[in-house]
């Protein structure tokens, strides 16, 4: 776990019995520390040729009822994959002794580099962030730590913290209370970093984490803990009781300090997204982004929307620039939250239209969605001179839309109105909100004959239907696409002419391809026919153009698919989608420069985008430029380390460039079910040839009632030197319209096949020679 410096154990311990059982698998390097908590190894391991730590607690001291804890809790803790979280690689118990084997970590404890002086506050703001940063991560899969302290995290050479020992601290139970120590039975904890909470024996939550961050973040900038008494009872008491003496810090930063530090767990930040995105407020202006800075789901990707992008004074802000916030939904039933969410990315799109204004994408709108940050710290981040937040409350036919649109140098209200409809009017509603907005800043409208937010249903259901089929298709999982795909389907059978209900079931049918056990040639005949329905009552919507040329893409008709991608943006040029499409198109046809050109477009226009970070990674990949596709790969990762297609990503990057183990690492992350082929060609590229032959005869049995991707068996008998039955797969999966056969002509994968006439047959059949 950690290596700071050497500790000899004791004398009269021998190594213990679980390691002699480890030995098939690590080479034990040697001792590195020893506590209460058990001792501490380094040690390699065997098979993949990593440095790892492992702790062995003590034996005999934990019961099975312990022991059962134990492995439930390292395995959730095990489950997080955070750059601010000790990485844990595997846990069991062998001879009656629990083990931990996870990353070996090269610095110090906070503890030692505190040394009871205060840290120059941009460093304790640092690791304060990046703090909060982990326990987003664990707190969003219901693990709470329960004994944050110094001691518990750690500072690598490069300045990284990580958090340690989530779940051991409920273990033990056998310590006994000394000077600052785990106090035993249902208070789990150390006292001087403990919540009220905590001190009283009642339940802890999430919220007991913050107080422990802000007592930390408190005695890092004081150089004093915030609560010490002589005793635990005068330190429990001080915590029940007191407030920390003022810390030598501006306003902003103690109020933070004692919001944290509240003794109502209701009166403290109510999640650690919140915490991390109030510390953002108070960087420096001249703080550069750093990769470590990023948070992890929706919140976190509020953060890193802020993060990412050039901070206000690094260039002019735009004058006619605007981020429209998700609007909050006011309605008696919460389940209409899809309706102000559609409503919100109706005005989006409604302004993109404006001439002269940029608008923030949508994906960066609703990365705020749950964010704190006031109008001025969006301002200072985003570079945009005006937030347009509001409100919508939806009771039966009647709606009501307040809005406000807000200077972010000043904080100062240059516009707002609420507006009271019937539920029918809606679409003439966006218009004028839209209009107002746009005269207020001066920009250049469109006439108006020609409406900003065009009404293309009369149909207030088929409308209402369509806002609910977008809402569950962003969530991109089988179940929610085709439910989306219901959701459109019933909008188009109340307005047969509805052509953005045509686009969502297009695309909704296009993904699911890439979701779905079904053939393709099962689900792409009805993508096919919503998006040609779609253009031909659509012909000016930039949408349904990208839309048929996803399924021309999935057709391999590559002219047309680049015509239909251009069309739509010369339609909508800040659609970021269709630059992203473009870019994979001109990738699978080999005009790399151009495709990392369009893809670097596309995130310019969504930068905090995980799908569209994704494919400037494989761009880059198949470009042969595996360091900086690797680099790509990560920086999305550190937006969610759970994005499961940018973890496979990772591992694409790392098979091409030759680096077999680390692939194949990468690929065990995921879904057991998923991205075998890859996961198969690693095993076989490592010399795990029976892993191998594992995988590849677990897809074939798949393969026999589900469909399962023809390429992905072709690459691990690729892998195994097996040409001829790779190239019999390369071909069903021409026929079968197999989607992952379109890298067949740039990916580094292929290369051993290229010499073989073969393969020339496999290029024409997908259109690519």
């Not at 899969?141 to 989530?166: A, C, M, S, W, Y």
């Not at 919001?259 to 009166?267: N, Q, S, Y």
């Not at 890193?304 to 050039?310: C, M, Q, R, S, V």
Request: contains cysteine.
């Amino acid at each position: 776990m950690i290596s700071s410096e050497p500790t000899a154990r004791p004398e009269a311990a021998g190594p213990p019995l679980v390691l002699t059982s480890l030995r098939d698998r690590y080479a034990i390097e040697g001792e590195i520390g020893h506590g209460g908590m058990g001792r501490v190894f380094a040690a390699r391991d065997l098979k993949l040729g990593r440095q790892v730590a492992i702790k062995v607690l003590p034996p005999g001291a934990h019961g099975e009822e312990e022991l059962r804890r134990f492995e439930q809790e390292a395995r959730a803790a095990g489950s997080l994959e955070h750059p601010n979280v000790l990485v844990v690689h595997d846990i069991g118990v062998l001879q009656g002794e629990p083990f931990i084997v996870s990353e070996l970590l090269r610095g110090a404890t906070l503890r030692e580099r505190l040394r009871r002086r205060p840290m120059p506050s941009a460093k304790a703001l640092d690791y304060a962030f990046q703090l909060a940063q982990g326990l987003r991560a664990a707190h969003d899969k219901g693990i709470v730590h329960r004994d944050l302290k110094p001691e518990n995290l750690f500072v690598t050479h490069e300045g990284r913290l990580k958090i340690l020992d989530f779940g051991i601290a409920k273990l033990s139970a056998s310590d006994r209370p000394s000077e600052n120590s785990t106090v035993e039975g249902a208070i789990l904890g150390t006292v001087r970093y403990m919540a009220p909470e905590q001190v009283r024996g009642q339940r802890a939550d999430h919220r007991s984490d913050i107080f422990a961050c802000g007592s930390i973040l408190y005695e890092m900038l004081a150089g004093r803990p915030a609560f010490a008494g002589g005793t635990d009872l005068e330190t429990a008491s001080g915590i029940l009781n007191d407030e920390p003496p003022p810390s030598p810090v501006g306003p902003e930063l103690e109020r933070i300090l004692r919001r944290c530090l509240e003794k109502d767990p209701a009166d403290r930040f109510q999640s650690a997204a919140d915490l991390a995105l109030a510390l953002s407020t108070l960087t420096s202006a001249d703080r550069r982004p750093h990769p470590r800075w990023f948070l992890v789901g929706a919140a976190a990707l509020a953060a890193a929307a802020l993060i990412l992008l050039p901070k206000r004074g690094s260039r002019s802000v735009e004058r006619n620039s605007i981020a429209v916030l998700p609007f909050a939904n006011l309605s008696s039933d919460k389940d209409n939250e899809y309706f102000s969410d559609g409503v919100t990315e109706e005005l989006i799109s409604a302004l993109a239209n404006v001439e002269g204004l940029h608008v923030v994408s949508r994906t960066s709108a609703f990365a705020l969605k749950d964010g704190s940050l006031d109008v001025k710290a969006i301002g200072h981040r985003l570079d945009v001179a005006t937030v347009l937040e509001g409100s919508v409350r939806r009771e039966g036919n009647n709606l009501r839309i307040s809005a406000q649109l807000v200077d972010t140098a000043d904080g100062m209200h240059l516009w707002s109105r609420t507006y009271e409809r019937e539920l029918k009017n809606v679409f003439s509603l966006e218009d004028e909100l839209a209009r107002s907005i746009a005269q207020t800043l001066r920009a250049k409208l469109l006439p108006a004959s020609a409406p900003l937010a065009p009404q293309t249903t009369s149909s207030v259901e088929a409308h209402d239907l369509y806002l609910k089929g977008r809402f569950v298709w962003n969530k991109r999982t089988e179940a929610a696409i085709n439910q989306a795909i219901e959701y459109f389907q019933q909008a188009i059978e109340k307005d047969a002419g509805y052509a953005l209900a045509y686009v969502g079931l297009a695309d909704a049918n296009s993904v699911l391809v890439q979701y779905s056990s079904r053939a393709p040639l099962e689900i792409l005949p009805r993508a096919r026919r919503a998006a040609q329905k779609a253009v031909e009552i659509g012909e000016t919507l930039g949408e349904a153009h990208a839309a048929l040329a996803l399924t021309r893409i999935q057709d391999y008709d590559w002219p047309a698919a680049e015509a239909e991608l251009r069309r739509a943006i010369g339609l909508k040029p800040e659609y970021a989608s269709a630059h992203h499409w473009l870019a994979l198109t001109l990738l699978y046809t080999g005009r790399l420069e151009e495709a990392r050109a369009e893809i670097e477009r596309a995130q310019q226009l969504d930068p905090t985008s995980l799908i569209i970070g994704t494919v400037a990674c494989q761009v880059l990949s198949d470009s042969r430029q595996y360091d900086r596709a690797i680099e790509r790969c990560r920086k999305t990762l550190e937006l969610d380390p759970g994005f499961g297609v940018g973890r496979a990503e990772l591992g694409m990057a790392y098979l091409e460039q030759g680096k077999y183990p680390e692939a194949a690492a990468e690929f065990e992350k995921l879904d057991p079910s998923w991205r075998l082929g890859e996961r198969g060609y690693a095993y076989a590229k490592s010399g795990r040839t029976a892993d191998a032959r594992r995988v590849l005869v677990e897809m074939e049995a798949r393969s026999k009632h589900e469909w399962i991707t023809p390429v992905g068996r072709a690459l691990i008998h690729i892998a195994l030197g097996q040409k001829d039955a790779a190239f019999t797969l390369l071909n069903e999966a021409c026929q079968q319209r197999d989607w992952k056969l379109a890298e067949v002509k740039v990916s580094a994968m292929y290369d051993s096949l290229r010499s073989d006439p073969r393969y020339t047959a496999v290029v024409k059949c997908v259109h690519l020679d």
